[in-house]
Structures are given as C-alpha cells and as structure tokens.
C-alpha cells in the first residue's frame, strides 16, 4: 500500500480543517444575517417567539448550546426536517405542535427556512399551592368543613357520590395505599390507571404530599375517620407530572392532558400553574382542547395576589392554564365567605414584554382582558389526606377550592352524564352564590 507523503498528509489535515472552519463560519455568519434583518421586523420578531424572555435567552447563548422548546410547524415536510435537527421530539394530541430539544444553529436555520411558525420555551410549573402560607388572621379561623358549604350531603342524600365517574389528578402522585383513597365505598380499587411522565414509568407514589391531599378532597372515602371528600366513589387515573418538589414541565403538563383524555377522564384537576406569557401558550391550547373533546377542566387561580413575584398586586395575577377561556378556573375563600389573600385575581392581563420568567407589572397589555376566576370555593383550612404519618393533614390554598370543585363537577356528572363541560360550567356558575369581593 502506498503511503502518502507527511508533507501532504499535514496539508490535508490543514485542509480539511480549513474546510471545516469555512462551512462553520459561512453557516453562522448567514445565522447573524437573518436574526439581523428579523431583528428588524418586530412583528415577525415577536410572531415567532411567542415569549420574550425566550429570545433573551437565544440571542445571548453560544451556536451549539442546546434549549428544549415547544414548537408549531408549517407542514410535515419541516416536521420531518426538524427530526434531522433536533433530539426526542414529542407529539401531542391536544396541542398541535412538537417538543424537542435543538441546538441554537438548528433552531434559528429551521426559522429561517420558514419551517417554524411559533417557538415557546418547556417552561417549569408548579403546584399552585405550593407556596400559600397562613397570616395570623388566618390561624383565627375555624376547619372548613367545605362539604356542609356546597352541599354535597344533599346530592349523597339522593344516591350520588360520583359513582362511574373518572377523575384525572395530574399532580405529584398520590399515597396508593391511603385507606381513604385506595377504595371506594363500594371497596373497589379507585385507581383505574397510573402513570410517571417525569420518570416514564407506572410509580405514581407522592413524595411531596400535594397531590394526595388533592385526591382527599375530591374524593376521600370517608372511612377509617378520615374527613369525606365531595364525590367519594369516584375513580383515580393518577399522573405524576410534579416531581418532589412539586415542580413539573410545560411538555410533561400536556402529555398528562392528552393521557386523561385518551383514558376516559370525565373531569381534569389541575391544581398547579406558571406566570402568563402568552394567551395562546401550550397549556393553554391543550386546555381547551380537552374541553372540546368532552372533558371538564377545573385548574386553581393560584396564590400570586399580593405577593412580592407579582409586584403586590391584588389585580391580573390568575396563572396559566388558569387563563384558559374554556376551563372552569377557580379561586379560594374561607368559611365566613371571605377570599383567601392570596388567591389570585382577575382580570387576565397577557404579559407579552415580560423580560424574564417572572411577572412584571409595568408591562402587561391592559388593553386586552378577560374575566378569571369563574367561581371561587372552599379553599382555607380544609382537613384532608396527607402522605405523613397521621394519614391527614389541614390545608390552604386554590389547589384545594379547585379539587373541591373538581369533586361537586363529578357529581353532577354522574346526575348529567350527558351534558357537555359548557353546559356542566354554566349550571355551576347559575346555581352559585354571587358574592361581592373587594
């Protein structure tokens, strides 16, 4: 065989090196051009990054870091492009758009060769009641014995205790083995289906303890002296898609609404959130979806009124999917009747200018408003399931008025099995209380 020269063989080497170092530079040279020409055309600009801490963060990252965004596309032919570009891409049902993570370079080629139409970032949400702590004023108030205010014993009364009815709680899991979740009255096993969206697996076990006091609330036995829930025969489908502590991903969120729907979920509870960005954001699009398909939707307002996050304000501090025109969102008050200070408030103001993931007031679009929360329910010193040692615990928050209603709407769809969410929402909202609210 015969052996090339050294000489040539190092101007080879330099040569391809050469070579390399030209495509390189000619393909982020012609990146720095199209980010240059839509840097000026805001309205393109702000069409395709649909949050703008998002573009922050890609105009100050190096070519080859690497950001997993959720994206809409043009046709099947930039799907199938995006799959030579980008790693573990992920299709929804119920949000018409893709996951995947992509490298800087690949990301602003594929816009620029007009493959992505929409770019959002697979922000982190949280359980909305995460954070919510009791004032002194609160530590005065009596148990809420939320049953007796929505009148739950006159539906159980009458035989309904959500009998046939599936509830999703997509949440930090649930304590499989509580005595009060574990069967129904009837001593059937509750859970139906279980999933792990964060570990892609079946151990939906609760290491935080939210979603089993979720579960307590909408559907506690009542047996073993543990407190009732509202629909206590109701069955479980059970995703995990809040880690341990109690934080999750916008793709794990709409993963787990494409499974409930899929898996005969006849109400959603969704008791977690993020800050606005955008009103047609992932969450929010796969929120209405499932409503659309036949499945209610119940998801908390948050605990953000008055807190330091959403610059104390007492106004336009609902969460998203809370914003969700088609969802049942829902807020907290006590048992005198009086709204819990840090259940979030209405209206919906879009956050479009907003810098970074947190809220900033100064630059909300006040122009374009909508009114949230629909109704507001028991939601402070409730006594429910807990994953500790005891087996209960007293809790606070609109993650607990959202599952209370999440348990009253699986009444009423075991007594209209038939009505579709908006006709389930409207009698909800017609057959409330009307309070008046500072």
């Known amino acids: 065989m015969k052996q090339i020269p050294l000489p040539f063989t190092k101007c080879l080497g330099l040569l391809i090196i050469t070579l390399c170092l030209f495509s390189y530079s000619s393909y982020s040279h012609s990146i720095d051009d199209f980010f240059l020409d839509l840097s000026n055309d ?17 105009l ?26 980008g ?31 929409s770019v959002w970032k697979n922000s982190k949400i949280r359980a909305a009641s995460l954070d919510a702590h009791l004032t002194s004023l609160n530590l005065s108030r009596d148990i809420d014995y939320f049953n007796s205010k929505i009148n739950s014993q006159a539906l159980w009364d009458l035989g309904f205790f959500g009998n046939d009815t599936v509830v999703a709680i997509l949440d930090t899991g649930i304590k499989t083995d509580h005595p009060a979740l574990e069967v129904g009255l009837d001593g059937e096993n509750r859970i139906i289906d279980s999933k792990n969206f964060i570990d892609d697996d079946a151990n939906v076990e609760d290491d935080n303890g939210h ?116 969802a049942i969102t829902v807020g907290a008050i ?63 928050g609109t993650s607990y008025s959202t599952a209370v209603v999440s348990g009253l709407c699986l009444l009423l769809k075991q007594i209209y099995p038939d009505y579709k969410p908006s006709i389930l929402k409207a009698a909800l909202l017609e057959t409330s209380e009307s309070l008046t609210i500072d």
């Open 42 to 58: 805001a309205n393109k600009l702000s069409n395709i990054f649909q949050e703008n801490f998002l573009l922050d963060e890609i």
């Open 60 to 85: 100050q990252s190096k070519n080859n870091d690497f950001f997993r965004v959720l994206v809409k596309t043009k046709s099947k032919d930039a799907i199938r492009s995006l799959e030579t570009v």
């Open 87 to 117: 790693k573990d891409l992920k299709f929804f049902e119920t949000f018409e758009g893709i996951a995947l993570t992509i490298s800087k370079a690949a990301l602003l080629n594929q816009i620029s060769r007009g493959n992505i139409l």
């Open 211 to 326: 979603g089993t006091e979720v579960a307590g609330i909408i559907g506690g036995n009542g047996l073993y002296g543990y407190d009732r829930g509202v629909a206590p025969n109701c069955k479980f489908l059970v995703g995990k898609i809040l880690s341990y502590d109690a934080t999750g991903s916008i793709e794990d969120l709409i993963e787990g609404i494409d499974w409930a729907v899929k898996n005969g979920a006849d109400v959603i509870n969704l008791s977690l959130g993020k800050e606005v960005s955008n009103k047609e954001s992932p969450e929010v699009e796969a929120v209405n979806s499932a409503v659309k398909s036949g499945v209610v939707v119940c998801v908390a307002a948050g605990n953000s009124r008055g807190i330091s996050e959403f610059g104390y304000n007492d106004k336009y501090t609902i969460l998203s999917p809370g914003i969700a025109m088609q």
């Open 334 to 396: 006590d048992n005198n009747k009086i709204l819990f200070e840090e259940s979030s408030a209405g209206p919906v103001a879009v956050n479009y200018n907003v810098s970074s993931e947190n809220f900033l007031f100064d630059s909300v679009d006040l122009e374009n408003t909508w009114s949230k929360p629909d109704v507001v329910a028991p939601g402070v010193l409730l006594n429910t399931t807990s994953t500790n040692l005891q087996g209960s615990t007293i809790v606070s």
